[in-house]
T-cell receptor, first 112, second 111 residues
Framework: GQQVMQIPQYQHVQEGEDFTTYCNSSTTLSNIQWYKQRPGGHPVFLIQLVKSGEVKKQKRLTFQFGEAKKNSSLHITATQTTDVGTYFCAGNSGGSNYKLTFGKGTLLTVNP | ETGVTQTPRHLVMGMTNKKSLKCEQH?????MYWYKQSAKKPLELMFV???????ENNSVPSRFSPECPNSSHLFLHLHTLQPEDSALYLC??????????FGPGTRLLVL
């Protein structure tokens, strides 16, 4: 079945440093989504990418979808302590399929 | 913040107990989901309901029994669970294939 790999599993940075997490799917995706889960919280939807090569920005966060629609990345510029949490990517194979396949997530910790 | 509510938020049960988890969404979405989140594992999809019909059962053991009486409510009935079933159980809803809105979860401990 479809697999979604995410690296790194953990990332510790100093406040102000940049951070990137990468996501790779074993199959071509219809779309990919990113979620953030704060410690003790639940996943919260951040963004959805649909088009090949798409790039979207949300303030300090930049999301990219690969040309082959099999990989994606999330980049945070100048991290802040509020960025702490686990970032998950989730792939959807499209059509009427409601199933999302989640990566294991990247836990980001930020040293103030 | 969330239009998806879950009760109870915490649950401790013995292996011989029967309990139910409840999820309610106030977003008018068509689809609802149950996920299991264990330490060091990806979010595991358990069940998907679309317009009250089950469209996905991800090889979940029969000791977990879902029920979806309408598009706004979803239950997960639990019986004779094992300690390895201890996890955070998350409910989610979505308006279309893709974007999911999660509830706060029920943290379950099986003794």
């Amino acid at each position: 079945g479809q697999q979604v790999m995410q690296i790194p599993q953990y990332q510790h940075v100093q406040e102000g440093e940049d951070f990137t997490t990468y996501c790779n799917s074993s199959t071509t995706l219809s779309n990919i989504q990113w979620y953030k889960q704060r410690p003790g919280g639940h996943p919260v939807f951040l963004i959805q990418l649909v088009k090949s090569g798409e790039v979207k920005k949300q303030k300090r966060l930049t999301f990219q979808f690969g040309e082959a629609k099999k990989n994606s990345s999330l980049h945070i510029t100048a991290t802040q302590t509020t960025d702490v949490g686990t970032y998950f990517c989730a792939g959807n194979s499209g059509g009427s399929n409601y199933k999302l396949t989640f990566g294991k997530g990247t836990l980001l910790t930020v040293n103030p | 913040e969330t239009g998806v509510t879950q009760t109870p938020r915490h649950l401790v049960m013995g292996m011989t107990n029967k309990k139910s988890l409840k999820c309610e969404q106030h977003l008018g979405h068509n689809a609802m989901y149950w996920y299991k989140q264990s330490a060091k594992k990806p979010l595991e999809l358990m069940f998907v309901y679309n317009f009250k019909e089950q469209t996905e059962n991800n090889s979940v053991p029969s000791r977990f029994s879902p029920e979806c009486p309408n598009s706004s409510h979803l239950f997960l009935h639990l019986h004779t669970l094992q300690p390895e079933d201890s996890a955070l159980y998350l409910c989610a809803s979505s308006p279309e294939p893709g974007t999911q809105y999660f509830g706060p979860g029920t943290r379950l401990l099986v003794l």
